[in-house]
């Protein structure tokens, strides 16, 4: 069991090495003879052609390989239509934003970031069920292999009116793809459930990646790895760290701020006020100065106080003009 396992991790070495050095292997024997190809088809085949490619020396991107940012490269090369998601600063919040087949952006109102369903699938590169119907409605042709692109525009850290672009691939879910299945069947006609299941596979089989029945453990941990890798900044963890200092975390730090405290921790709200208006107040300087004791000489014990000094008598009073 032990020998079999160490074989198949390096079994899964070896794959991972392989396509790095080899990336001509990735593609597909069918793909390159299909007239229509999917957007992950076509992913690949970029990743190959740029695999090919010597890092080019510039200022921005010295140290870039040419396989990074696929699909920024794919959108503009194939100008691919996207979802477009604007993020302001402060509490201006984000807006949606889609481009018709005149070329006008519609842009809809804009959402406070408490409202943060949407950010959520985004982070997580899944399509939200909500816009769905939105997006089959719009004028443009958006979906490919039931898969979206959203582009991000950040104009969080902009002072000038230019924005951080990015794009994201948002993947179907099965949430998606039962809306998906309910809007086709609700046509009017009769749908048996044999129908539903038979379009259902149909829409699995065309918006699902390659499916991999090898029993190999080697497999297993070639996806774990793939995973990490894809997943290793944005781990449960490091999301709970960010969202301290997310924009609708500080303003409901503010709004509790504001709030009293509730009739239990009224001890609680004295001593904030206290705390507060000692850090308003001047400081004090409580240090005590040096105290100085009095020296005497000792030879002050012995000076002749007659020789320095001389009395007069005045009745009954006497002055001493020491």
């Not at 070495?13 to 793909?31: F, G, I, M, N």
């Not at 690949?44 to 080019?56: A, F, P």
């Not at 816009?131 to 443009?140: H, M, P, R, T, Y």
Request: charged share 25%; with cysteine; net charge neutral.
């Amino acid at each position: 069991m032990q020998g079999s396992l160490s074989r198949a991790v390096e079994y899964a070495d070896y794959l991972v090495q392989s396509a790095y050095k080899q990336p001509a292997r990735l593609r597909d024997a069918t793909s390159g003879s299909s007239k229509w190809k999917s957007i992950h088809q076509k992913l690949v085949d970029l990743y190959i052609e740029q695999s090919g490619k010597e890092t080019e020396d510039t200022e921005t991107e010295q140290e870039l390989l040419p396989t990074t940012h696929l699909l920024d490269k794919l959108v503009h090369k194939e100008k691919l239509n996207c979802l477009v998601v604007n993020l302001y600063p402060g509490n201006e919040g984000y807006s949606l934003m889609l481009k018709g087949k005149t070329g006008v952006d519609s842009e809809t109102i804009r959402l406070p970031y408490e409202e943060s369903e949407l950010l959520e699938y985004i982070d997580a590169e899944q399509l939200p069920p909500i816009l769905v119907d939105l997006l089959e409605k719009s004028q443009a042709n958006i979906f490919y292999s039931g898969c979206v692109i959203v582009e991000l525009r950040d104009y969080r850290r902009s002072t000038n009116g230019s924005c951080d672009t990015k794009y994201v691939l948002l993947e179907p879910t099965p949430q998606t793809l039962l809306c998906d299945i309910n809007a086709i069947t609700n046509d009017g006609h009769r749908w048996t459930q044999e129908d539903k299941f038979t379009l259902e596979s149909q829409l699995l089989l065309a918006t699902q990646e390659p499916l991999c029945l090898d029993p190999s453990v080697a497999v297993t941990l070639v996806a774990n790895r793939l995973q990490y890798e894809k997943h290793k900044l944005n781990t449960v963890p490091l999301k709970r760290a960010v969202k301290k200092y997310s924009q609708a975390a500080v303003n409901r730090k503010r709004k509790f701020a504001q709030c009293p405290a509730p009739s239990s921790l009224k001890l609680h709200d004295f001593l904030a006020k206290k705390k507060d208006k000692l850090r308003s107040s001047p400081p004090v300087n409580l240090k005590v100065g040096k105290v100085e004791n009095d020296f005497i000489p000792a030879a002050v014990y012995f000076l002749n106080i007659s020789k320095w000094c001389s009395c007069f008598v005045l009745g009954n009073i006497t002055i001493s003009n020491n």
